[in-house]
């Protein structure tokens, strides 16, 4: 289990971009692959998930985003 401690933005790399893309597509926001590299494809699943979670649509996975996906899994 990876934790992410660190705000991911557009071309961040790392496990714990793994673990975000990983959320997002078992919630249905992500239909690429799960790459590790922070894209185009993830940022806009991101705001995807933000908008539908009323949080501000940054695109970037910061302390509001990151508990919402964590709650996915709980």
Avoid: C, P, W
Wanted: charged share 30%.
């Amino acid at each position: 289990d990876v934790e992410f401690t660190r705000h991911l933005y557009l071309d961040m790399v790392g496990d714990d971009v793994k673990k975000v893309q990983y959320l997002l597509k078992k919630a249905g926001y992500l239909y690429g692959e799960i790459s590790g590299t922070y894209d185009e494809d993830t940022k806009t699943a991101v705001i995807l998930f933000q908008k539908d979670r009323g949080i501000s649509q940054t695109g970037n996975v910061g302390e509001k985003t990151k508990a919402a996906l964590i709650q996915i899994i709980q």
